[in-house]
């Protein structure tokens, strides 16, 4: 399993972000790594193993979701803790995280996608574009218009009290 190892990081985070619940995303990623595992013998004829892993575990997740066991799962997650210097900054920290949890939700499906795998797990486009089986303008259109709602929600979020002169 040493070859699946460096992956369950990504694919964790990819199904946390498709399920809410921490130990359906270890779920997720045990069922895929055992795909995985099973598929051993085949690994030489894939060119991207990570884009193979990611589009797993996504169907396996969308899967999860539609079945009548998914039907008390949703969409949300944090990916990460930034290490404060300051009380004042770890507050700043959890609120910006908050909100951008709840910008997050109101995106669609695809777009939500988009953000995770481009801005936080960094892939290119080409993977994504494996993952998500959509055309390249399609993935850059749906990634630009994603960042560009969250920005504008942050904004007005944070804009609260001032007054344009």
């Known amino acids: 399993m040493s070859f699946i190892t460096p992956l369950q990081d990504s694919l964790f985070r990819l199904a946390k972000r498709?399920?809410?619940?921490?130990?359906?995303?270890?779920?997720?990623?045990?069922?895929?790594?055992?795909?995985?595992?099973?598929?051993?013998?085949?690994?030489?004829?894939?060119?991207?193993l990570?884009?193979?892993?990611?589009?797993?575990?996504?169907h396996f997740c969308l899967d999860r979701l539609k079945s009548k066991q998914g039907n008390e799962l949703r969409l949300v997650h944090v990916n990460y803790e930034k290490v404060s210097d300051s009380l004042a900054d770890e507050i700043d920290n959890r609120d910006s995280l908050?909100?951008?949890?709840?910008?997050?939700?109101?995106?669609?499906?695809?777009?939500?996608?988009?953000?995770q795998l481009r801005d936080v797990e960094g892939m290119e486009y080409e993977q994504i574009e494996k993952i998500l089986e959509m055309k390249s303008t399609a993935v850059r259109v749906?990634?630009?218009r994603a960042r560009k709602t969250l920005r504008?929600?942050?904004?007005?979020?944070?804009a609260y009290g001032l007054t344009k002169n």
Do not use: C
Request: zero cysteines.
């Open 98 to 115: 908050f909100w951008l949890e709840k910008a997050m939700e109101m995106l669609p499906e695809t777009q939500k996608l988009v953000v």
């Open 18 to 48: 498709l399920l809410v619940s921490h130990e359906e995303a270890q779920d997720a990623v045990g069922e895929v790594t055992l795909k995985l595992w099973d598929k051993r013998s085949q690994m030489g004829e894939i060119k991207n």
């Open 152 to 158: 504008e929600i942050l904004l007005k979020n944070h």
């Open 142 to 144: 749906a990634l630009s």
């Open 50 to 58: 990570e884009a193979y892993a990611m589009t797993m575990t996504k």
